[in-house]
């Protein structure tokens, strides 16, 4: 039972770990399963300035559900 808790725990890690360099590279499809706003939101942002929408992709991704 430990393992597949520690696994679980791993693969969180690394599917954040995609999440970020993927807010980095593209920030609004880092965020694509958020919500049709979030991605709007980011899209925006980002049109404004690649650091904005980073910044935004990465306070959307951190929010806890």
Partial sequence: VRSSAASDV???Q?????RV??????PPLAVIDKGCGSV????ILTLC???????GALIILNKQE
Avoid at 14 to 18: D, K
Wanted: hydrophobic share 65%; no cysteine.
């Fill in 10 to 12: 791993y693969k969180r």
């Fill in 14 to 18: 690394e599917m954040s770990l995609i």
């Fill in 21 to 26: 360099i993927l807010s980095i590279i593209f």
């Fill in 40 to 43: 709007l939101i980011v899209f």
């Fill in 49 to 55: 300035g690649w650091i904005p929408g980073v910044i």
